[in-house]
């Protein structure tokens, strides 16, 4: 069955204190990953989509990666306005057109 | 068009009742995906239109849930006679027809049932 498990499922950092949030899928075939940002009693935000392994995008103070089996997002000196809740989703090759998603990780990032 | 559009926002109703929730997608999108999210956990696939045929029901939409997309555009998700195990945040997002593309999603309507 296909699966999506990220870690850890919670993470308080300080701000300034930078660190990485991993996705980790067991999939049959991979077409795209996702990574959303959701705010508390708001649907999902776009972020960033990755297609194969090796490949890097970046915005702001995020950067996502991918690997054959995982994804990471890095967050660098981190900003309180960053707290939010980090979900990673996936697309596959064939069958269910759909995000598959993960539980998230829900950031607390103290100034 | 400003992004993805949900109404209600929030819906309380008492158990056995129906309810009904719209949702706008971006007006070029041609697909359009129900999601249901409880909390802890991410979002579950529940159903997906292209254009106005649906053409994907999860088995989580038990046959209590219909959903429409009369003419591809708006779409609809009613609940026939609700139950406490309903209370979700439902979400809505949508896509252009176009390959592999990243879906945006609404604000989602807040569903409790008493």
């Known amino acids: 069955e296909d699966q999506v498990t990220q870690s850890p499922e919670a993470l308080r950092l300080q701000e300034g204190e930078s660190s990485s949030l991993n996705c980790s899928y067991t999939v049959s075939g991979l077409r795209g990953l996702f990574w959303y940002r959701q705010d508390p009693g708001k649907g999902p935000e776009f972020l960033f989509t990755l297609y194969s392994a090796g490949e890097e995008k970046e915005k702001e103070r995020l950067k996502a990666t991918l690997t054959k089996k995982e994804s990471f997002l890095h967050i660098t000196a981190p900003k309180p306005e960053d707290s939010a809740t980090y979900l990673c989703a996936v697309t596959l090759l064939t069958g269910r057109r759909a995000l598959t998603f993960g539980s998230g990780t829900r950031l607390q990032v103290q100034p | 068009d400003t992004g993805v559009s949900q109404d209600p926002r929030h819906k309380i109703t008492k158990r056995g009742q129906n309810v009904t929730f719209r949702c706008d997608p971006i007006?070029?999108?041609?697909?359009l995906y129900w999601y249901r999210q409880t909390l802890g956990q991410g979002p579950e696939f529940l159903t997906y239109f292209q254009n106005e045929a649906q053409l994907e029901k999860s088995r989580l939409l038990s046959d209590r849930f219909s959903a429409e997309r009369p003419k591809g555009s708006f779409s609809t998700l009613e609940i026939q006679r609700t139950e406490q195990g309903d209370s979700a945040m439902y979400l809505c997002?949508?896509?252009?027809?176009?390959?592999?593309?990243?879906?945006?999603f609404g604000q989602g309507t807040r569903l409790t049932v008493v």
């Open positions: 997002a949508s896509s252009p027809d176009t390959g592999n593309t990243e879906a945006f």
């Open positions: 007006s070029e999108h041609n697909r």
